[in-house]
């Protein structure tokens, strides 16, 4: 009976504590340092009621120090067997008095009973509990890459003929001639109109993985969609890459740029008439593709007072716009494209109408089997592309000592120029 009543009185004499504390905390938030007249009054009445109470608890506890100490004789002359081998530690209070002792030192401050009626407790861990936090994958899945395809989206997209390893297209060798005609009666120009087949190589770039049963029956997000996803931007990523790798390995013309800002007008303005003189069709280039690295040199020009050439907001001497995301507006009014999986240093002027790309409609297209022996599917994709410079002499390389990458990236495809075959 005497314990239970400790109790009560211990609770109480919290709570008084506990609404006296919240009537100080309300002073401080109202950033006042006195108590008014009505919280002094209740203030006041639970000190004296918690005082009154205090005074009973302690006469308890002496009570219970008085049965603690009588416990203690009490070991001394019985003392208690020891515990067996691989039990927990023993609890530090030998008797409920000596407990409800030990916490009302803890209350009145002794730091060195507070530590050991902490230990009294049992932990429980999250170790002890697995059941109550299982592991949980949650968000979306990282490291998810994109099939965007810069320097082929900026390439002519003719669509690709219905059968044959080859696109061939026929090509003017030869034209005629017209020119001054005297005098009267005189023989006139002429000169035979010939043309040959301009052949591009058909490519086919496929991919795939056998994924088993379980992983399809019991994965969230779904495997198979993910797997698919993934082979689908992977084929867009190498296709982007060798197509692009294929037409600049081909190009053989170059202009030299020392990498200075004092310079570059002058490159591209070379470059631009390059492409127009060469070119079969004289042309003006109207694209630049360029690599990371080629973007941030250009992107970093600035002219001698340290002003951006390309600043994010276009000026009207500038010689087009450029922001930290890649974006560059025109480069002399050519129309960029920056792109980060094409050969780092590349550096390509050129119209974009003779860099031409074929694709088989929908590429690329899905594979799926379920293979019984192993109890899994067989996934995966394929496409058939081809890519070329119709005309390499349309196109010129800029080049230049600050851009020492190697021109064509690892596992780029091979020089991919319309070949010519001779009519027969």
């Known amino acids: 009976m005497a314990i239970s009543l400790v109790e009560v009185l211990r609770q109480s004499v919290d709570e008084l504590h506990a609404r006296m504390n919240a009537i100080e905390a309300g002073a401080v938030a109202d950033q006042r340092d006195t108590l008014n007249d009505i919280e002094q009054t209740t203030w006041d009445e639970l000190r004296s009621e918690a005082e009154a109470k205090t005074s009973r608890l302690e006469l308890l506890v002496s009570r219970a120090e008085l049965d603690a100490r009588a416990g203690q004789l009490i070991a001394r002359a019985h003392p208690a067997p020891p515990e067996p081998v691989g039990s927990g530690p023993a609890f530090p209070y030998r008797t409920p008095g000596e407990y409800v002792l030990a916490y009302c030192r803890m209350k009145h401050g002794d730091s060195a009973e507070g530590a050991r009626f902490t230990r009294a407790l049992a932990d429980v861990t ?28 900026a390439m002519s997209k003719p669509p690709l003929p219905p059968v044959g390893m080859k696109v061939q297209r026929p090509h003017i060798s030869q034209h005629t001639d017209v020119g001054p005609h005297t005098p009267e009666k005189s023989a006139i120009t002429s000169r035979a109109f010939t043309l040959d087949l301009a052949e591009i190589d058909l490519k086919s770039y496929a991919g795939g993985v056998d994924v088993s049963w379980e992983l399809v029956q019991r994965s969230s997000p779904d495997a198979l969609n993910l797997i698919f996803s993934d082979l689908v931007a992977i084929y867009a990523r190498n296709t982007d890459r060798d197509a692009f790798g294929g037409v600049y390995a081909n190009v053989t013309q170059t202009v030299t740029w020392d990498g200075t800002a004092a310079t570059f007008a002058k490159a591209i303005s070379d470059a631009a008439v390059e492409c127009a003189t060469n070119g079969e069709e004289q042309l003006f280039p109207d694209t630049i593709w360029m690599g990371l690295e080629t973007y941030g040199l250009i992107a970093s020009l600035t002219d001698s007072t340290g002003r951006p050439f390309f600043p994010d907001i276009g000026p009207t001497n500038a010689l087009g716009t450029a922001d930290a995301q890649g974006n560059v507006s025109n480069v002399r009014g050519l129309s960029p494209v920056v792109d980060p999986l094409i050969a780092r240093n590349a550096f390509l002027v050129g119209p974009r109408d003779q860099a031409e790309f074929y694709e088989t409609p929908g590429a690329p297209v ?5 293979d019984v022996g192993v109890a899994g599917y067989n996934v995966g994709v394929i496409g058939m592309w081809a890519a070329a410079a119709v005309d390499p002499a349309a196109f ?13 990236s690892s596992g780029a495809a091979p020089a991919s120029g319309a070949t010519k075959k001779a009519a027969s």
Not at 131 to 153: A, C, E, F, M
Not at 366 to 370: A, E, G, K, P, T
Not at 396 to 408: F, G, Q
Request: glycine residues 8%; hydrophobic residues 40%.
């Open 126 to 153: 999250t170790a002890q509990t697995p059941g109550l936090v299982p592991p949980q994958v949650t968000g979306d899945v990282l490291g998810i890459w994109l099939g965007n395809r810069p320097s082929v989206d």
């Open 396 to 408: 010129v390389k800029v080049t230049s000592t600050l851009l020492p990458l190697e021109a064509s």
């Open 366 to 370: 899905q594979l799926s089997v379920v």
